[in-house]
T-cell receptor, first 114, second 115 residues
């Protein structure tokens, strides 16, 4: 009963390095989301994918790219990491349909950029 | 665009006391509201959601929230705090963009329970 799985759980990068955060869900959900969480700022949406084959920008997309590889997987890429991207990143998924369908979250990736 | 405001970034209560965490929303249409809880080093878990079927919504772990349209509020309460309730709590509203639902989260309230 895995739900939403994120890898890695922790990562330290140097400024300018690239990295891909992985997310997979096994609930047959249509929509997937990437957020970043910073102290005092709640969760901010980076990118989302309404369904396989589509992606859209959220509130804070600059410096990131995403790929919806298939229905299960949605990856987030940092092409050239910057210290401002130090954060905790959460992936979430949701069954499309009724507006009160909740999102289901992974346990996060804690990323530090030195 | 819709928004939610959580008053109080930190709330402390004694064990056994009432828990009240505040959430106000801004929406021009009937809102779809949620409360999530986050324990240390974990993701967010759904506590409860407003479905418009009833204004008083019961969730897990003894929490409940009351939707008050006149006050644009969806405050979270629990009659008696337990040490295990110490966590961060987020209020959220879902918003439709071209048929896709996105969630707008509040900035969170960290609950501390004192022995």
């Amino acid at each position: 009963n895995a739900g939403v799985t994120q890898t890695p759980k922790f990562q330290v990068l140097k400024t300018g390095q690239s990295m891909t955060l992985q997310c997979a869900q096994d609930m047959n959900h249509n929509s997937m989301y990437w957020y970043r969480q910073d102290p005092g700022m709640g969760l901010r949406l980076i990118y989302y994918s309404a369904s396989e084959g589509t992606t859209d920008k959220g509130e804070v997309p600059n410096g990131y790219n995403v790929s919806r590889l298939n229905k299960r997987e949605f990856s987030l890429r940092l092409e050239s990491a910057a210290p401002s991207q130090t954060s905790v990143y959460f992936c979430a998924s949701r069954l499309q349909g009724a507006p009160n369908q909740p999102q289901h979250f992974g346990d996060g990736t804690r990323l530090s950029i030195l | 665009a819709q928004s939610v405001t959580q008053l109080g970034s930190h709330v402390s209560v004694s064990e056994g006391a009432l828990v009240l965490l505040r959430c106000n929303y801004s929406s021009s249409v009937p809102p779809y509201l949620f409360w999530y809880v986050q324990y240390p080093n974990q993701g967010l878990q759904l506590l409860l959601k407003y479905t418009s079927a009833a204004t008083l919504v019961k969730g897990i772990n003894g929490f409940e929230a009351e939707f008050k349209k006149s006050e644009t509020s969806f405050h979270l309460t629990k009659p008696s705090a337990h040490m295990s309730d110490a966590a961060e709590y987020f209020c959220a509203v879902s918003e439709s963009t071209s048929g896709t639902y996105k969630y707008i989260f509040g900035t969170g309230t960290r609950l501390k329970v004192l022995a």
